[in-house]
């Protein structure tokens, strides 16, 4: 995606990425370019963008939706969802990815699809989304929570987000996400849990959330912070942002 010269962005009103991969889009005209790594969505020529009202992507493919009309493409590689032809998107209201996967879900109905790399969230078949109210993912795994009541599926790769049958949601407020860890959080109790990877956030035993207002993320940390009094928390890979001990967070609150 590193050039463009020669292209013509005139017009141009929303543009999206792969991990190698740009398209510009023009939604009044309906007219896009696609550049980059061409398996991975860098080559879009042929393709029809009529009446497209979202895009979304993965690491290496594109997905063009009409949500009034249901009609979607797929392009790049289809090992990460890059081939959607014979699935049915009416009703379609939100479409979430990992970084190999997509789901494309109903809300009002609970039906869903995913597709993509079944070991990373392409696959959804037998789960029940009904009631579903937010949908999480780490780069390999999917989570989908009924915040009203607590009820919770993972799926995906189990070690980095994908398996949470054993915990309880009980009361869950916000959910936060790594490249391959979750941690799902009650603020106004300060419980917390958190799964999957333990070198990228997976494991925060012993940590006091407590009074905890924000929740930050790299691919492989976690930041939970209080604004208020400038207590910081800091879990997860050490060397990409994972250790935070000795820092002062003072400036960052509100009486500090």
């Given amino acids: 995606g590193g050039s463009c010269s020669g292209l013509d962005f005139a017009g141009v009103t929303d543009v999206y990425s792969t991990g190698s991969a740009f398209m510009a889009l023009n939604k009044e005209t309906d007219e896009a370019q696609c550049w980059g790594h061409s398996i991975s969505g860098g080559s879009c020529s042929g393709l029809d963008f009529a009446g ?20 979607a493409q797929c392009w790049g590689d ?29 809300k009002e109905t609970g039906q869903a699809q995913c597709w993509g790399d079944s070991r990373f969230g392409g696959s959804c078949s037998g789960l029940d989304f009904a009631g579903v109210t937010d949908v999480y993912s780490t ?12 009820e919770a599926h993972c799926w995906g790769r189990s070690s980095m987000g994908g398996s949470c049958s054993d915990l309880d949601f009980a009361g869950v407020t916000d959910v936060f996400s790594t490249f391959a ?41 976690f930041l939970a912070l209080n604004k208020e009094t400038g207590e910081a928390r ?10 935070c001990d000795g820092l002062d967070f003072d400036f960052l609150s509100s009486s500090g």
Avoid: P
């Fill in 78 to 106: 289809s090992r990460f969802g890059g081939s959607c032809s014979g699935l049915d998107f009416a009703g379609v209201t939100d479409v979430y990815s990992t970084g190999y996967a997509f789901m494309a879900l109903n």
């Fill in 234 to 243: 800091c879990w997860g890979d050490s060397r990409l942002g994972g250790s």
């Fill in 139 to 150: 780069g390999h795994a999917f989570l989908a929570l009924n915040k009203k009541t607590g």
């Fill in 52 to 71: 497209v009202t979202d895009v979304y992507s993965t690491f290496a493919a594109f997905m063009a939706l009409n949500k009034e009309t249901g009609q």
């Fill in 181 to 221: 860890a979750f941690v799902a959080l009650n603020k106004e109790t300060g419980e917390a849990h958190c799964w999957g990877d333990s070198e990228a956030g997976g494991y925060c035993d012993g940590l006091d959330f407590a009074g905890i207002t924000d929740v930050y993320s790299t691919g492989f940390a």
